[in-house]
């Protein structure tokens, strides 16, 4: 499996979760259209894959807390919350029936850290270290959707704040956003094609 290749010690338990996530979301996206139809082909590599690149950047120590705005599916959510089981994911959208699935995929493989909820990120009251999104919305309207829910300091090698899956040229994006910025090549860790244009843009509070 792609996943093994790029995180090559994950326990069995790890390898089994994200083994049954295939057939898992095959199911559920035949009923609540949460993945593209061609894209559900590729779920390892465009969703999975890309949710991890995270992981790369940071590895997040026990007892962190993640918001993942947007969940749509579960991602990032979801992979990197079978990559660290002892951090504490919150997985949030504001349609019902997104969360339905990610709450059916989290109860399928057995997670025991992750909450999902319907819910608009700034109707949230909650503190949490780092908040997590894929290709959601701007930089600036998260950051002002969730600027009063994230932590300051932190005990990551990261200090506490953004951490965003994006794609593109962003710098008139980051601009916007009234915020200092790190980029980094997702390129850099996979080097399928898919990933040339992908990035993470991280963020401090």
């Known amino acids: 499996m792609i996943i093994t290749e790029h995180f090559p010690n994950l326990t069995p ?11 898992l979301y095959e199911y559920w996206n035949e009923r609540v259209n949460v993945i593209s139809r061609q894209d559900i082909k590729k779920i390892y590599l465009h969703h999975v894959l890309h949710s991890l690149a995270i992981a790369k950047l940071i590895s997040f120590k026990p007892g962190t807390s993640v918001l993942d705005v947007g969940t749509g599916g579960g991602f990032p959510g979801i992979p990197l919350a079978i990559l660290f089981p002892e951090v504490r994911f919150y997985l949030v959208d504001s349609i019902g029936k997104k969360i339905t699935v990610v709450n059916e995929v ?24 780092f908040v997590v999104s894929r290709a959601v919305a701007p930089i600036k309207d998260i ?7 994230i932590k300051k300091g932190g005990n990551n090698d ?26 980094f090549e ?20």
């Open 13 to 23: 338990k790890q390898s089994l979760q994200f083994a049954q996530l295939k057939d």
């Open 143 to 149: 950051v002002h959707w969730t600027s009063k829910l």
């Open 186 to 205: 997702i390129s850099n860790w996979f080097k399928d094609e898919f990933f040339e244009t992908k990035k993470i843009v991280y963020i401090t509070y």
């Open 106 to 129: 989290v109860k399928g493989i057995g997670l025991t850290n992750v909450s999902a909820e319907k819910s608009r990120a700034e109707d949230l009251n909650m503190k949490v270290d």
């Open 158 to 183: 990261l200090q506490n704040g953004w951490i965003l899956l994006k794609g593109g040229d962003l710098a008139q994006e980051i601009k916007d956003s009234g915020r200092s910025a790190d980029e």
